[in-house]
T-cell receptor
Framework: DAGVIQSPRHEVTEMGQEVTLRCKPI?????LFWYRQTMMRGLELLIY????????DSGMPEDRFSAKMPNASFSTLKIQPSEPRDSAVYFC????????????FGSGTRLTVV | GQQVMQIPQYQHVQEGEDFTTYCNSS?????IQWYKQRPGGHPVFLIQ?????EVKKQKRLTFQFGEAKKNSSLHITATQTTDVGTYFC????????????FGTGTSLTVIP
């Protein structure tokens, strides 16, 4: 298995532009998570899907952020419009939803908004 | 989400010395997981603890869950330069066991 695949690895965009981050979870995993990592705030859980359904999006910072999971093998995190304070590393992770499985993280997308 | 504190925030050790990081919660935890993140990398799952007082070992790493299930520790014996990275604990919300919130992490530097 290739693991959790995220794209792009790096994204530099201008303030106000739309940014779309992509994630392909491990085949068979039915839970998917989006995290954001910054020095100031650490690893923050943004949203959690189970069987493609959003279960908890309370971590999504504001309406500029949205996430979708149209099928079991693909998810997107969109920021529109982007702001400099959105600069961070965004990780996607997947796991089995059964109790007690660890997460497998992707390599992350480093987003810089200038 | 859960509020989880880890101490220390940073630790520098000479190669060969031991290292311990602690994870503390104000609430009783259903389970706890530990992850390692190398510089520039992504978190990698190490282990999960479920039972009160549980102790698990992976080579030079020893993981312990407190008797009251409110704290946990990770101890590394005789550190090596390959141990460099940030160690995170992660705790589950409620009893569902699958939605984890990460602690603040302990950054370990090993001086050769």
């Amino acid at each position: 298995d290739a693991g959790v695949i995220q794209s792009p690895r790096h994204e530099v965009t201008e303030m106000g532009q739309e940014v779309t981050l992509r994630c392909k979870p491990i085949s068979g995993h039915n839970s998917l998570f989006w995290y954001r990592q910054t020095m100031m705030r650490g690893l923050e859980l943004l949203i959690y899907f189970n069987n493609n359904v959003p279960i908890d999006d309370s971590g999504m910072p504001e309406d500029r952020f949205s996430a979708k999971m149209p099928n079991a093998s693909f998810s997107t995190l969109k920021i529109q419009p982007s702001e400099p304070r959105d600069s961070a590393v965004y990780f996607c992770a997947s796991s089995y939803s059964s109790y007690g499985y660890g997460y497998t993280f992707g390599s992350g997308t480093r987003l810089t908004v200038v | 989400g859960q509020q989880v504190m880890q101490i220390p925030q940073y630790q520098h050790v000479q190669e060969g010395e031991d290292f311990t990081t602690y994870c503390n919660s104000s609430t009783t935890l259903s389970n706890i997981q530990w992850y390692k993140q190398r510089p520039g990398g992504h978190p990698v799952f190490l282990i999960q603890l479920v039972k009160s007082g549980e102790v698990k070992k992976q080579k030079r790493l020893t993981f312990q869950f407190g008797e009251a299930k409110k704290n946990s520790s990770l101890h590394i014996t005789a550190t090596q330069t390959t141990d460099v990275g940030t160690y995170f604990c992660a705790v589950a919300e409620g009893n569902t066991g699958n939605q984890f919130y990460f602690g603040t992490g302990t950054s370990l530097t090993v001086i050769p």
